[in-house]
């Protein structure tokens, strides 16, 4: 009898993880490295924030909390979906979780049968297979291309929804691309999911602060109110307050699948740590002058960093709008050979012979389901990004 469960079987690493941990054991073994990795804003917690989690643990708030939430959270949180996205939502239709990840998990554990389909467009976020297969669930992908900045068109949207699908995952601003939709692009999207009242929406809109220039956030609910009944929608507080550490996600739906949650959550690892719920309602209420701050120095940072791939040789690099991600293209450095001689037959390729000469840690794009491209995350500084970008230009340019 097999000791792991087939339902591991199903799953593989995470690709980031992989690469970011092989970045540090060859930062330890002494090698100059730079890794680009990461998927977390390089700022600090704003105090705001860290006071209201030192305050709530003064006040003794360190019991088991309600499984959805403490009360004042789900108010909060109904308040923001109200203040920022338009949406009409009773606290009660609300759910606090361990990060943004568990909200995920969780929805998709309490909704998909074996055999039900999910429709996740590429490049995804590494987690949604898995997650979708650890659930019993079949991801079924749908493509995009780089003409299009990796947004999904409503036609390939169309072409792969089935009388299976369960779900479609939308993700905007997008990790791996940092692609966002517009209101015009979303509604196209939601346009096709009218016609397949089928089809729920699950939108992980974790990325909503962080955009850029004059780009203006939708979630598919605000486009199309019409989709309300069968919408969850999924945010947090990791990236946009620099709370990756605090592990607090949340979402906004119809109350029975936020029930169903809610008891899935009961038996699992019931309500989210009290400290962190308390912190994250001053997130929530209070002042949001640190996000004027984080923008404006990921906007530069982007800009830095899209303008020196582009002048790297073999890299195409759109202009993303959002999140702290770019996604260049190495098409045209398939093929061809390292100094060393190593042929780059793919994007792994390509990464790896990256990290071996000039210790520059990026994530392969087929491990996002769209290559050949590679993800680079510029949540770090201008200087450290100016030398990655230079050692990545160096690296292009010696292979022939
Ligand atoms: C698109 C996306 N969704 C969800 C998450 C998970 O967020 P959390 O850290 O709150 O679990 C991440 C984190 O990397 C993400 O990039």
Known sequence: MAFLSDALGRMKPSATIVVTQKARDLKAQGRDVISLSVGEPDFDTPENIKRAGIAAIERGETRYPPVSGIQPLREAIARKFKRENGLDYKPSQTIVGTGGKQILFNALMATINTGDEVVIPAPYWVSYPEMVALCGGTPVFAETRIEDNFKLQAAELDRVITPKTKWVIL??????????????????????????????????????????????????????????????????????????????????????????????????????????????????????????????????????????????????????????????????????????????????????????????????????????????????????????????????????
């Open 171 to 400: 993700n905007s601003p997008s990790n791996p691309s940092g692609a966002a939709y517009s209101h015009d692009e979303m509604k196209a999207l939601t346009d096709v999911l009218l016609r397949h009242p089928h089809v729920w929406v699950l939108t992980d809109d974790m990325y909503e602060h962080l955009v850029y220039g004059d780009f203006k956030f939708v979630t598919p609910a605000q486009v199309e109110p019409k989709l309300y009944d069968r919408t969850l929608t999924m945010n947090g507080v990791s990236k946009s307050y620099a709370m990756t550490g605090w592990r607090i996600g949340y979402a906004a739906g119809p109350e029975h699948l936020i029930k169903a949650m809610d008891t899935l959550q009961g038996q699992q690892t019931s309500g989210a740590c009290t400290i962190a719920q308390w912190a994250s309602v001053e997130a929530l209420d209070g002042p949001q002058d640190h996000l004027k701050v984080f923008r404006k120095a990921f906007e530069e940072r982007r800009d830095l960093v899209v303008s020196m791939l582009n002048q790297a040789q073999h890299l195409k690099c759109p202009t993303p709008e959002g999140a702290f991600y770019v996604y260049p293209s190495c098409a045209g450095a398939i093929g061809l050979k390292t100094p060393e001689g190593k042929v780059i037959g793919n994007d792994e390729d390509f990464v790896t012979a990256l990290l071996e000469s000039e210790g520059v840690a990026v994530v392969h794009g087929s491990a996002f389901g769209l290559g050949p491209n590679f993800r680079v995350s510029y949540a770090t500084s201008t200087a450290v990004l100016e030398d990655a970008c230079t050692r990545i230009q160096r690296f292009c340019a010696s292979l022939r």
